[in-house]
């Protein structure tokens, strides 16, 4: 999972400078730059799950930062969609950056009760 959290880490990175080199040049943009923010985490998060005596709880604290981006991205959709001026541009960031986070969560559910699974039937046999 830890390649799978660089991977998701590089691709918020991506959208959030993409985001932030395709703004509106009249404003500063700054939020455009929260995906790459939380990438940058991600990615970090990636290369502490490398350490074996790690790996447990930074997988953990990533499943749980992909869910408060998940959550965060789909609320300011949202709110972006109902705003008076829509901007379509960071309604797609805000997009990706839920399915991202949407995927990645899934994978650490999926991958979390696998590793449940065969701690338990290693302690069948």
């Known amino acids: 999972m830890g390649t799978i959290t660089l991977l ?5 990175i ?9 703004k509106d040049p009249e ?3 700054l939020t455009a730059l929260i995906p790459a923010g939380l990438g940058v985490v991600f990615v970090i998060l990636g290369l502490l799950a490398r350490k074996d005596h790690l790996r447990k709880h930074v997988m953990h604290a990533a499943a ?7 959550l965060g991205a789909v609320i ?4 972006g969609s ?3 001026t829509v901007k379509p541009l960071a309604l797609g960031c805000q997009a990706a950056m839920a399915l991202i986070c949407a995927a990645f969560v899934g994978l650490c559910v999926n991958s979390f009760i696998q590793a449940r699974r065969a701690r338990a039937n290693s302690n069948k046999g």
């Open 64 to 70: 749980a930062l992909g869910l408060l981006g998940f």
């Open 76 to 79: 300011g959709f949202v709110m």
């Open 14 to 22: 991506a959208v959030g400078a993409l985001g932030f080199a395709m």
């Open 27 to 29: 404003h500063s943009g």
């Open 82 to 84: 109902r705003a008076a």
């Open 8 to 12: 998701c880490g590089t691709l918020l």
